[in-house]
């Protein structure tokens, strides 16, 4: 029997099992609150399974599921990463040289600002919108966190994402590990796309070691 490599989405699903992993697996993996071509929020699958976002919403401070509603995104892939902008749609997608296959819904109203929350609601229970993901930020009242006026945020590292805190998420670079890139406006960032950040060391250990546990076994029934 031949090892199958885990695929990146699979990688960032174990290592998030032991982090800060969600029910849903849906996480806040990319944000930029102001930009030349419109603010935009990065969304990816990171649950090992398709997800319907069937009756989910964003919204920013206010807090109020169903603001924005989030269902035309439809069933996201695993590793799947689809963006909300305040901008139009294809105006976006031609900005950042994305094809169709990338999700966008546009129009979002209930714009970000430089000090503000993100929050991504499920759909109602029958009790209440579970939170799927919130990212609080604000480098006016967390000195030291990034600002993403023109450049995006990303996870600085893997357990940064579902932690709430923006002190663990980088600016966006020419030639970072995301392959982040210019907008034909002249934002930076990777929209669209969510390349894994670099793992913690104590994260390979726990893979390596879950490979050698596996591979041993299949050792012993060979």
Do not use: C, H
């Not at 290592?15 to 806040?28: C, K, M, P, R, S």
């Not at 994305?98 to 430089?114: C, E, K, T, Y």
């Not at 663990?168 to 670079?173: C, I, P, Q, R, T």
Request: glycine share 12%.
């Amino acid at each position: 029997m031949k090892l199958k490599t885990l695929t990146s989405a699979a990688t960032l699903t174990l290592v998030l099992g032991a982090a800060q992993a969600n029910a849903a697996g849906i996480y806040i993996t990319e944000w930029m609150y102001k930009g030349n071509g419109d603010e935009f929020i990065e969304l990816t699958n990171l649950s090992g399974s398709a997800v319907d976002f069937s009756g989910w919403s964003y919204d920013d401070d206010s807090r109020t599921p169903g603001t924005f509603d989030l269902s035309g995104f439809g069933l996201v892939a695993d590793g799947e990463s689809v963006i909300l902008t305040e901008a139009n749609a294809a105006d976006f997608r031609t900005d950042w040289g994305l094809d169709g296959a990338v999700r966008v819904l546009g129009g979002v109203s209930n714009n970000i600002g430089r000090s503000d929350e993100i929050n991504i609601y499920e759909s109602f229970n029958g009790s209440t919108f579970p939170l799927a993901d919130v990212l609080t930020y604000s480098d006016e009242d967390f000195p030291g966190s990034i600002r993403t006026d023109e450049v995006s945020g990303n996870p600085g590292t893997l357990a940064a994402l579902g932690a709430n805190d923006v002190s663990a998420w980088v600016s966006s670079a020419v030639g970072d590990s995301f392959n982040s890139y210019f907008s034909i406006s002249g934002d930076l960032g990777n929209p669209g796309q969510f390349n894994p950040v670099p793992l913690p060391a104590a994260a390979w250990l726990f893979i390596s070691g879950l490979a050698g546990l596996f591979g041993a076994r299949l050792g012993r029934r060979a």
